[in-house]
């Protein structure tokens, strides 16, 4: 197991009494990819700014490399990059310098790569920053973070602009960067099919809390539509606590899984004497199953 | 250094008219110099007259350059990277200290036996006045620019000068130290994003806008255009912003001339033009920001018509500019009754002529032609115009024959509208899609 980069222990952000992060406790992981989802208003952007400084918590602690960020040294705060939700600013520039600007202030900023990627992203170097679209405004401050090579990267909503293809060259990027740096991403986004590719972790913010934070692997691995199958209807036993979405049939009941068991669903079924199928799930439906059931 | 001297540079382009605007700003400066010490004025007023006309082109300058400083530090490094903090102050400081030492050799000129603390004047003057800009709340926009005012009137209770000068100093070192601090920072709200998208508005907030348009369209609605409902105020929103950005640089310019007492005579007659000159030019800055959003609303009041809607968008800004140039001769022809001299009415309308009739002329290329390009060519021809109408109203003023006067005025309209006929004929030959796409 690696070293905790990120340690947060009871963050609490409130916008006057609104209480959007409560007591928040998490843990991120040197060289993870970890996809945050939650729904919109759910505290996502607030987590990520609170996590970057950019906010400050009502109370609690966040922990970067050990450090908190004021007294986190200069040449570590150069190895973190973020792109926000929504970037304003910079218009009057062009691409280049923009591009370059910015990554003057990263000691370990890559012209080539960024150049590279600039122009296998189809971004004109000379085009105003304020005349790029959306998308390419993304782009850009995607690139610009990339490029700076960074340890920690954190990213608000980075695909939410992009078509499919620019989205999988994008992930595929963020792959790349953290088996070569070993870095460490995370990144929000409502995009589920996304996280599929990409993330080795899944973290879900609800109710200002991560209430499941799961290696996407042992999720798949685990998440499942179960069809439990009897002479009669089968009442939710307490062998099958764990499962969600119950219900009741004529001749048994049908549940999900979403989250990995301590037993195995046949253990569970064998003990309450009925049989069981497993069907499979995605991770779309099992983030719509967990986001209903935290309602 | 390389990343201040690129901040340096990014500072001065974020906005090209700005820099054309202070480049202007210090001839004009340089002009009223020459004047001052041409004049003969006794070494008081020389003092005096160098110390406004510094403190003048230092503010506006930390007004600009604390717009170029808002711009860059909304970014996050600013709240994470100490380093990207501080090259953005010492961009900002360097360029406020060039334009200070440009102009400091007048003022040591004059200074005579009075304290040499005054020579630290302008500079704070550009510190004071950048805050109008990076301030977060309104109520500290206002009360930290006024407090060096506040503070210049203690000699008058009898408090020694030099307390107060230490008091204005001390504020502006106070300023220097919160601006480098991380908590400075402010992240986007709706009312910034509205401000980014609307105006880059050096003065007026705009919530403090949407609130008069709020209650002006319920007026215009009642009263006078019921049946267009809520899209008067969506017209209206940006005709508001740019009269109440006119009257706001009246009241600074109104009391600044109410203050002057009548001994000080020459001196208003010298400052007033330069005032009013770069009233003029700030207007016309703020004025670039209208369009898109005129053009966004024009097709509300046209049908599916690339003729009317051309014609609804150059109305509409004619209206605007129409507007705004009555609300500017009001204010300023108010001023010119209430000022304790009356020989400034001349140039009070002179100027007046050049806000209305040059953004009149120019307006139309301004809709069709992208602002960088249009900017160079505006300044250069509203120079050019501004002597023509300052030549002609003296020229008449010196010819009292009869004859001359209507001649002036012919020549005045028949130029004007001579240049309006080429704008605006450049305006209709651009396809209806490049006038709604060009910012």
Known sequence: ?295 | MQQIKRTLWLMLSHSWITMIAIALLFALFLFFQFLTLYNGFEPEKSFQASLVLDIVLCAFTGIYMGGALLSLKQYYLWKVNPNFRKTLLKSFLIIVTTIYCLVLPGLIFSLGDKSWLYLLVPLCAAIYASTLVLEDKWLLRILIPAFPIGMAQLPSFGIPEIYSLIIVIGGAAIILYRMQLASNFRKLDNADRIRITITESTSIKPTLVFKINYYLSLLAEKLILRPKGNMVWAVSLPQTKLNLISLGYLIIVGVFILMTSKKDKNLLELFSPMFLTASFLVIVLESRQLFSQVKSFAHIFSANNHRQLKNTILRKVDINFISNAFTFSVGALVLSFLSPVQTNYQIVFGSLLIVMLVSLIFLPMMLSIQWLKVSFAQVGIASLYGFSIFGSLRWAGQNQDLLFQPLAVISVVSLFLLARAGTQLLFWQRPVERLVKCK
């Open chain 1, 1 to 295: 197991m690696n070293s905790p980069i990120i340690s947060i222990n009871s963050l609490t952000k409130a916008y006057g009494q609104q209480h959007v992060l409560n007591q928040l406790n998490w843990q991120v992981e040197q060289g993870d990819i970890v996809a945050l989802l939650g729904k919109n208003g759910a505290g996502k952007s607030t987590l990520l700014e609170t996590l970057m400084g950019l906010r400050d918590a009502s109370s609690g602690e966040i922990r970067i490399w050990d450090s908190h960020w004021n007294d986190m040294q200069q040449e570590r705060r150069e190895k973190v990059a973020f792109v926000a939700q929504d970037i304003k600013g910079f218009e009057w520039m062009n691409v280049k310098t923009f591009l370059e600007y910015l990554g003057g202030f990263f000691p370990q900023w890559d012209r080539d790569y960024c150049f590279q990627l600039s122009s296998r992203w189809n971004l004109d170097p000379k085009k105003r920053v304020g005349d790029l679209s959306g998308g390419q405004s993304q782009i850009l401050h995607v690139i610009q973070a990339l490029s700076s090579k960074p340890e920690l990267l954190i990213l608000d909503e980075p695909v939410a602009h992009l078509d499919p293809g620019m989205r999988r060259e994008f992930l595929a990027e963020l792959i790349e960067l953290s088996c070569d740096l070993n870095s460490t991403v995370i990144f929000s986004s409502h995009i589920v099919s996304d996280l599929e590719r990409v993330a080795n972790k899944v973290a879900l913010l609800a109710h200002g809390e991560i209430n499941h934070y799961y290696d996407v692997d042992t999720l798949k691995s685990s998440i499942a539509h179960v069809k439990l199958t009897g002479d009669s209807r089968v009442d939710k036993l307490p062998y099958f606590d764990a499962l969600h979405n119950w219900h009741s049939r004529h001749d048994g009941a049908t549940a999900s899984i979403v989250s990995p068991l301590e037993k195995p669903i046949e253990s569970m079924a064998e003990a309450a004497g009925v049989q069981v199928e497993k069907l499979p799930m995605s991770l779309e439906d099992w983030y719509l199953e967990v986001s209903h059931a935290t309602n």
